[in-house]
T-cell receptor
Framework: EADIYQTPRYLVIGTGKKITLECSQT?????MYWYQQDPGMELHLIHY???????EKGDLSSESTVSRIRTEHFPLTLESARPSHTSQYLC???????????FGPGTRLTVT | QQQVKQSPQSLIVQKGGISIINCAYE??????FPWYQQFPGKGPALLIA?????SEKKEGRFTISFNKSAKQFSLHIMDSQPGDSATYFC?????????FGTGTKLQVIP
């Protein structure tokens, strides 16, 4: 089982609050990803990183931001949460020369 | 624009039967085609993957069939078991990132 962790696992928060979803991996992987998973299951890539100080926007437009200051840490921040941000957020990582992505357990976010 | 189309959306199979999930892609530059399995409350986990230089890959009861000319690939689960009940995602892409299909919820009934 891959060593990739996400906290919190569940979060219920009010509109307008700033939130940070944490993602950490202990495998030394260079590549990290954030996906948003709809209630209907589909995964959409919202951010990715190839290494420290590298971040790119994904295929799905998102109001969130990310940072990659350390190899093992890839937090996602929402400056002002809205009900439309209610979703499951999945973090993944992959070794630099490899294709396989390892996923964390996800954070289920509900914005009221 | 959806680059990876997956069907069916849901599937019910009797124990011991064959489960078949199909995917089609559009981008001919894709060179990596994985299948992920996701159980409720968990993140997806890689099940099996194929590169376009082979037409079939088998790992235990799971087989990927790949048709490069048709830009299609499929997952076959032989001797399906209740423990296989999960959501399955195909994906296509490359070294940097992949695009996921919409998912298939498989239920294997005893």
């Amino acid at each position: 089982e891959a060593d990739i962790y996400q906290t919190p696992r569940y979060l219920v928060i009010g509109t307008g609050k700033k939130i940070t979803l944490e993602c950490s991996q202990t495998m030394g992987h260079d590549k990290m990803y954030w996906y948003q998973q709809d209630p209907g299951m589909e995964l959409h890539l919202i951010h990715y990183s190839y290494g420290v100080n590298s971040t790119e926007k994904g295929d799905l437009s998102s109001e969130s931001t990310v940072s990659r200051i350390r190899t093992e840490h890839f937090p996602l921040t929402l400056e002002s949460a809205r009900p439309s941000h209610t979703s499951q957020y999945l973090c993944a990582s992959a070794e630099g020369g490899m294709y396989e992505q390892y996923f964390g357990p996800g954070t289920r976010l509900t914005v009221t | 624009q959806q680059q990876v189309k997956q069907s069916p959306q849901s599937l019910i199979v009797q124990k011991g039967g064959i489960s078949i999930i199909n995917c089609a892609y559009e981008n001919t530059a894709f060179d990596y085609f994985p299948w992920y399995q996701q159980f409720p409350g968990k993140g997806p986990a890689l099940l099996i993957a194929i590169r376009p230089d082979v037409s079939e890959k088998k790992e235990g009861r799971f087989t990927i069939s790949f048709n490069k000319s048709a830009k299609q690939f499929s997952l076959h689960i032989m001797d399906s078991q209740p423990g296989d009940s999960a959501t399955y995602f195909c994906a296509a892409g490359g070294y940097q990132k992949v695009t996921f299909g919409t998912g298939t919820k498989l239920q294997v009934i005893p």
